[in-house]
C-alpha cells in the first residue's frame, strides 16, 4: 500500500478527528520522511510517479455468491376505486353549460343538488315548441273541418245536385218528345190540306222545318241526360271522393305533426327539469377521472357537457378494487387469481387480481410512449379506504427458494451473453454466466458460478482499470451492464427514471 494510502486510511480514524494541531503536524512530518525515502529508493527515475501510482490497486467492492430466498415481484402505483358506481349523467340534449356542481368528496342525502346546467337554450326551446303546438293544433282542427266537409260533399252531390239536374233533364226530354210528336201531328196535317189545296206549300215547309228543330232538341236533351248519367256524375263522384281520402290524409299528417310538435314541447320541458340534477340516493359524491393528459377535472363551472356524459359517480363504498397499469412485457405473467399486496399510507391489506384488460392503454406523450394493460386488483371493503387515494401493488410473479443469486449490477450483458468478474488468485476474471429470472436486485444463476465465488459488483470499474494498464479488452466489454432477459421491472425502471 502505497504512503499516501496510508495517510488517507490514518487520517480516517475517530482519533485523527479528536487530536490537536501539534499531533497533526507529527503524522504530516512522518509521512514527509517516508515519501522523501521512497523517492531516492526508486532512483532518478523520471518515470517513477507513474511507478508510484502503478503499485496503487484500488479495492472493488465486491459480493460473495450465496443462496437465498428469491421473490420476483412487480411493484406499481395504482387508484383505489369503487367496484360499483352510481352514474350521474347528463340527460340534456345537445351541448350545456355546467353553472353550479357540487364539491367531490361531498357527503349528500336524498334530493340534494348535484348538478346545474344553464336553462336559457332548453328555455328557448321551449317556448319554441310551445308555439308551434299552438298552430300545428289550429291546422289539424282545419283539417277536420275540411274532412268533414268532404264526407257530406258526396251524399250532397247525389242527393242534390246530381239529382235537380237529372230531374230538370227528363222534364227537358218529356217536352221534347212532346214537342216533336206535336210537331210531326201538325205536318202531317198540314200536307193533307195541301193536298186538297187548303195551306200553301210554304206553310208545309214551315211544319217540316218545325219538326227538324224538335228533333234537334231532343237529340240536345238526350245527349245531356246520357253525359250525365255516364260521365258527369262519375266524375264528380271521384273528385268528390279523392278530396275526401286527402282530407282523411292531411287530418292525419296533421295529427301526426301536432304528435310531434307537443312531443319536442313536453320533452323540453323536461329537460327543463333535467338541468337541476339532485341525488336519489345518500352516499358519497366524486368526480369521474378525466383524460390522463389533463390537469383539471371533465366537469367544472362554465364547462360544455354533452348528453349522457357522466358529470358525477357515487361508489359503493363495500366493494371497493385498485386499478394499475402493468408494462406490456410482464402482462404475460399476470393471471386472474394471483395474489397481490396493497399498501397505502398507514396499513396493507391483501388482495388478488380478478381482472387483466386484453387491451392497452392509449399511450402517447402524458405517458412517455410506455404501453401498459390495466389490470385490477379486488380488495376488502375498509373503512379508510376512499375512492381516489394512491395504493401501491406488488404483484408476485414467481418465488425461488434456497437459490445461486447474483447482484444484477454485477452482470454484463453483450451479444455474445452473460458475464461476470470472478476474483482468482488476487485478480478479477471475466467469466460466462446463464441467468434465469430475477428482479431489480438479484438475478437467478443457472451455470457458471458456485456458492462462495467472489464476483465484482461494478464490471465498467474493472474495464477501466485493465484499460489503463493496457491489458486487452474483449469487445463485448464495452457493452451495457443491465441484467438480461428474466428481470423484472418497477415502476421506475419502466418509465426510465
Known amino acids: 500500500m502505497s504512503v499516501q494510502v496510508v495517510m488517507k486510511n490514518r487520517m480516517s480514524g475517530s482519533d485523527v478527528k479528536t487530536r490537536r494541531g501539534g499531533s497533526l503536524l507529527v503524522w504530516i512530518g512522518i509521512a514527509c520522511v517516508v515519501l522523501i525515502a521512497t523517492v531516492i529508493g526508486l532512483g532518478a527515475d523520471e518515470n517513477w510517479v507513474s511507478r508510484l501510482l502503478s503499485t496503487s490497486s484500488p479495492e472493488h467492492l465486491t459480493h460473495v455468491i450465496g443462496k437465498r430466498n428469491l421473490d420476483v415481484t412487480i411493484t406499481e402505483q395504482g387508484t383505489v376505486q369503487s367496484a360499483e358506481n352510481t352514474e350521474i349523467k347528463c340527460r340534456v340534449r345537445g351541448f350545456s353549460t355546467v353553472t353550479y356542481i357540487i364539491d367531490a368528496g361531498t357527503e349528500v342525502e336524498e334530493g340534494d343538488v348535484l348538478v346545474r346546467l344553464d336553462t336559457k337554450r332548453v328555455e328557448d326551446a321551449v317556448s319554441k315548441h310551445t308555439t308551434e303546438s299552438h298552430t300545428a293544433r289550429a291546422t289539424l282542427e282545419e283539417s277536420i273541418a275540411n274532412l268533414n266537409q268532404s264526407l257530406l260533399a258526396e251524399a250532397a252531390y247525389l242527393e242534390g245536385e246530381y239529382k235537380t239536374r237529372l230531374q230538370k233533364l227528363e222534364r227537358q226530354l218529356k217536352v221534347a218528345r212532346t214537342n216533336l210528336e206535336t210537331a210531326e201531328t201538325h205536318l202531317a196535317n198540314t200536307r193533307s190540306m195541301f193536298n186538297q189545296g187548303f195551306v200553301t206549300l210554304l206553310e208545309v215547309e214551315s211544319n217540316e222545318f218545325t219538326v227538324v228543330r224538335a ?22 263522384l271521384e273528385t268528390i271522393r279523392g278530396s275526401l281520402a286527402a282530407a282523411k290524409s292531411k287530418k292525419e299528417a296533421d295529427e301526426s305533426g301536432l304528435a310531434m310538435d307537443e312531443g319536442r314541447r313536453d320533452r323540453a320541458i323536461k329537460e327543463l327539469e333535467y338541468c337541476v340534477i339532485k341525488a336519489k340516493k345518500p352516499g358519497l359524491v366524486i368526480y369521474p377521472s378525466s383524460a390522463a393528459w389533463k390537469d383539471t377535472p371533465d366537469v367544472t363551472v362554465g364547462a360544455g357537457v354533452r348528453r349522457d356524459q357522466t358529470l358525477l359517480l357515487m361508489p359503493d363504498l363495500t366493494k371497493m378494487q385498485v386499478k394499475v397499469g402493468i408494462h406490456e412485457s410482464l402482462i404475460s405473467r399476470v393471471h386472474v387469481g394471483m ?10 391489506l391483501e388482495g388478488k387480481v380478478s381482472s387483466v384488460a386484453s387491451v392497452a392503454r392509449p399511450a402517447g406523450w402524458w405517458t412517455g410512449n410506455v404501453v401498459k394493460y390495466d389490470v385490477i386488483v379486488d380488495v376488502p371493503s375498509n373503512a379508510d379506504l376512499k375512492p381516489g387515494m394512491t395504493a401501491e401493488v406488488d404483484l408476485l410473479l414467481a418465488s425461488y ?21 470472478v476474483k482468482r488468485s488476487g485478480q478479477f476474471i471475466r467469466q460466462p454466466i446463464i441467468v434465469g429470472d430475477g428482479n431489480e436486485i438479484f438475478l437467478l444463476v443457472e451455470q457458471g458460478l458456485v456458492v462462495g465465488d467472489v464476483v465484482a459488483l461494478s464490471p465498467r470499474a474493472i474495464i477501466a482499470e485493465q484499460n489503463e494498464n493496457g491489458l486487452p479488452v474483449a469487445p463485448e466489454q464495452a457493452g451495457d451492464n443491465r441484467a438480461g432477459s428474466g428481470v423484472s421491472m418497477s415502476s421506475s425502471d419502466e418509465n426510465g427514471s
Do not use: D
Open 215 to 236: 228533333k234537334l232538341e231532343l237529340e240536345v236533351v238526350e245527349t245531356e241526360l246520357h253525359v250525365l248519367e255516364k260521365y258527369t256524375r262519375n266524375m264528380r
Open 339 to 348: 395474489a397481490a399486496r396493497v399498501s397505502l399510507a398507514n396499513y396493507e
Open 401 to 421: 427458494p434456497e437459490s445461486v443469486t447474483i447482484p444484477v449490477s454485477s452482470v454484463l450483458q453483450t451479444e455474445e451473453g452473460c458475464f461476470c468478474w
